[in-house]
């Protein structure tokens, strides 16, 4: 069967843990499908804010919800050996109660910059990184010898006090062998910030199977147009300026098929290092905002982005909202925009 169409909020873990707290609470009340924990990396105290752990926090939300399916969006292989990830992963599952949870992986190599980390060997890693973590995961004795990582662990016993269950697993994916990678070994694919409707098409085509395509789209809404994008500028320039100082190259044909050239969010990344995300946010011109495809606005441009998105392939909408009065929004969201997708 097709996987379902949801729609939920991308959490950046650089916020004080009771904000997040908080946040998940009101997106289950909002009636969000899902909350994904955005693992923040060093290089945010550059900008005022630090880097706080995904797999912690996952934990400490799944306590504080009831409903909420929680997902790291994503977690490294490369900060974390596997059989840690699946012994982390069991705390999340046994917090959350079954079909709450999804394991997300990705390389973030921003992440692998701060711990002096960096490797050009993603693929093989990856998938040593899902085979040993399902392997865990199962409670089955497992072994495993991989070109990065391996494993050797011994069944769970009958008596043992332990989920049984394994989550679905997930991999971020911006190349298209990445890509490729997460049709053939994962359950889903999830796609970064500055996704587009053709970025979509793009990830379909390269991932070549029918699994979860969930896409990270700046977002933001208000009864007012320009007040409802207004949120959705400050995003995406953080994100832009991210692109150019921390990622370029594999950002490539994200940024080509939004129709973005380097030369044009220089100097969003320039105001990003002079003063932050607010200066970096006035140099994001509406033009540069419509290349990013945002769900913004009001109630109806948001729900007509989010059928773009569906329309291209998307099957689980992942908002990274921003700005002010993020909890009206997210209770704005879910009082206009959740019920036509219901």
């Known amino acids: 069967m097709p996987p379902p169409f949801r729609i939920g909020v991308m959490q950046l873990t650089m916020e004080p843990l009771?904000?997040?707290?908080?946040?998940?609470?009101?997106?289950?009340?909002?009636?969000?499908?899902?909350?994904?924990?955005?693992?923040?990396?060093?290089?945010?105290?550059?900008?005022?804010?630090?880097?706080?752990?995904?797999?912690?926090v996952s934990a400490l939300i799944a306590r504080e919800t009831e409903r909420l399916t929680i997902g790291w969006g994503i977690i490294s292989p490369f900060t974390r050996h596997p059989v840690q990830v699946a012994m982390d992963a069991r705390v999340v599952q046994e917090a959350a109660g079954p079909d709450r949870f999804l394991l997300g992986f990705g390389t973030s190599k921003i992440f692998l910059n701060n711990a002096k980390l960096q490797t050009n060997r993603t693929l093989g890693p990856m998938r040593d990184a899902v085979a040993i973590a399902r392997g865990v995961l199962s409670g089955e004795a497992f072994r495993y010898e991989g070109g990065t990582w391996s494993a050797d662990v011994p069944a769970l016993q009958p008596e043992a006090h332990a989920p049984?269950?394994?989550?679905?697993?997930?991999?971020?994916?911006?190349?298209?062998?990445?890509q490729a990678l997460a049709g053939e070994i994962g359950d889903g694919c999830l796609t970064p910030s500055i996704t587009t409707p053709a970025f979509v098409r793009y990830t379909r085509e390269n991932v070549g199977r029918d699994i979860d395509i969930g896409c990270t789209v700046v977002a933001s809404i208000a009864e007012d147009r320009k007040q409802g994008r207004e949120g959705a500028r400050e995003i995406a320039g953080m994100y832009l300026a991210n692109k150019v100082q921390n990622i370029q190259g594999s950002a490539d044909t994200l940024l080509e098929l939004a129709g973005i050239e380097q030369d044009e969010i220089r100097p969003?990344?320039?105001?990003?290092?002079?003063?932050?995300?607010?200066?970096?946010?006035e140099q994001v011109t509406d033009d540069l905002l419509d290349k990013c495809k945002p769900i913004a606005g009001t109630p109806d441009d948001c729900v007509a982005a989010i059928e773009e998105y569906r329309d291209a392939g998307c099957t689980h909408v992942m908002l990274?909202?921003?700005?002010?009065?993020?909890?009206?929004?997210?209770?704005m969201f879910g009082e206009r925009v959740l019920p036509g997708f219901r």
């Open 18 to 56: 009771d904000e997040m707290l908080a946040s998940a609470r009101v997106m289950e009340e909002a009636g969000m499908d899902t909350i994904w924990l955005a693992e923040a990396y060093p290089w945010w105290r550059k900008h005022g804010m630090e880097a706080r752990s995904s797999t912690v």
């Open 320 to 331: 990274e909202l921003w700005g002010d009065r993020r909890h009206d929004q997210i209770r």
């Open 268 to 281: 969003v990344a320039e105001a990003m290092e002079r003063g932050g995300r607010l200066a970096a946010k």
């Open 164 to 178: 049984r269950w394994v989550p679905p697993v997930y991999v971020a994916a911006t190349a298209p062998k990445m």
